[in-house]
């Protein structure tokens, strides 16, 4: 490889060209069954999902925001009650919150992991709270035993927001299992991508998975028969087949992944940056590796000059999105995701990646410190 080959943030054509074939197989199957809605494609599909996850029930909907205003809709919150999210994630965690019109109650995160921070949870409660969402941010589980305690504690369901975090375990519960409802993205880019939308949620109570399976298909009880007002938010069989291919090689994906984490470990160590951190009884799977560091704008006109592919996932608070200016929060009461955004930089990390590209990345990243 050249110094000056370019590298991407991400390459989903890799990826594809893998599946492709075999994809094609199971999409000419369905076409022979015309069963494209539904059907038993999706439904084989939850199936191993449930099965890998070890849940009772696992729902696929639409897409990862889906997921969560299904999950919201289907503890019945909505106007007058409040949601608690972390201030520092993808704007949909919240955006899904005012969709059903309740309003989220922002709460800090942790600088070390990037999560929220469960010691400010219960700061946040009031009678009003009618869930907390923490978000797996990036794939690395919330400290999500002391949240469900916390929700127990109060009587309040726990949605977690694994839409990044396929896979992830804490505690040896994979994410999305330990909670009240889990909600998954998989969106092309996380740990199990569609080449689509597409989204699933989780839980182990009868009465919610029911209640959800009715919301993603318009309440539907029978033909011609709407017993609530739901929505259109079903998985596509072909993305479903495509999926099924996708979760039988999740584990060797993530270990390639984790591969490629440590490399950046090995290759950054002594560097002025802040790598990831993974606390003891949980497992990360590097959806997106994210560092910290005050000399930011060094590494990523660094990054920049040398045509490789960075995000900076995320910029602003959710706080200080125009859509929330109206609850009047200020910076002083959310420092760590303040901070955050100011200081975080996500590199390129993918299966299929190659380690040269790592070994480049961290070559253009300690140059720029130097
Ligand atoms: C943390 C988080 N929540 C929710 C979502 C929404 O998922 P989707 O894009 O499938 O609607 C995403 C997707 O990027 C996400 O990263």
Redesign the pocket.
């Known amino acids: 490889m050249t110094t000056s080959e370019p590298i991407p943030y991400f390459d989903l054509t890799r990826q594809y060209a893998h599946y492709q074939a075999d994809w094609f197989k199971e999409i000419e199957h369905l076409g022979r069954t015309g069963n494209f809605i539904l059907g038993n494609a999706v439904a084989e599909l939850e199936t191993k999902l449930a099965d890998y996850l070890g849940v009772k029930h696992a729902i696929t909907v639409a ?6 205003v299904i999950a919201l809709r289907a503890l019945g919150i909505g106007r007058g009650d409040a949601v608690i999210v972390p201030d520092f ?2 704007y ?2 919240v955006e ?1 919150v005012s969709l059903v019109g309740a309003e989220p109650r922002f709460v800090d995160i942790e600088l070390d992991d990037f999560n929220i921070s469960s010691g400010k949870i219960q700061a946040a409660i009031d009678e009003r709270v009618k869930a907390i969402m923490p ?3 990036f794939g690395l589980p919330a400290n999500i035993n002391e949240i469900c305690t916390i929700g127990e504690q109060h009587s309040i369901p726990v949605i977690e ?1 694994a ?2 975090a396929f896979g992830s375990l804490i505690n040896g519960k994979y994410s999305g299992a330990v909670g009240t409802i889990g ?1 998954f ?3 092309p ?2 740990i199990i991508g569609a080449y689509g ?3 699933m949620i989780t839980t182990d109570r009868d009465d919610l998975a029911a209640t959800i399976k009715l919301l993603r298909n318009h309440g539907t009880t029978g033909p011609n028969r709407h017993d609530l007002i739901g929505c259109n938010s079903r998985l596509d069989a072909v993305q479903a087949v495509l999926l099924g291919l996708k979760l039988k090689s999740v584990n060797e994906m993530i270990e390639r992944r984790r591969q490629l984490a440590a490399r950046y470990f090995q290759n950054l160590t002594d560097c002025d940056i802040v790598l990831p951190t993974v606390p003891t009884r949980r497992s990360h799977v590097y ?1 997106i590796f994210t560092i910290r560091s005050s000399h930011r704008d060094r590494i990523t006109s660094a990054l920049i000059a040398n045509r490789i592919g960075h995000q900076i996932y995320y910029p602003m608070p959710i706080h200080k999105q125009a859509a929330y200016q109206h609850l009047g929060l200020t910076d002083a009461e959310y420092p760590a995701s303040v901070q955050a955004s100011r200081e975080v930089v996500s590199l390129p990390l993918y299966p299929n990646m190659p380690d040269s590209h790592v070994d480049r990345v961290c070559e253009v990243i300690r140059g720029a410190l130097d």
Do not use: E, I, P, R
């Not at 897409?63 to 969560?68: E, F, K, Q, R, Y």
């Open positions: 897409n990862g925001t889906d997921a969560l994630t993808f949909a965690s899904a978000v797996h941010l927001d839409a990044q909600c993205s998989f969106y880019t996380k939308d597409g989204g959806n």
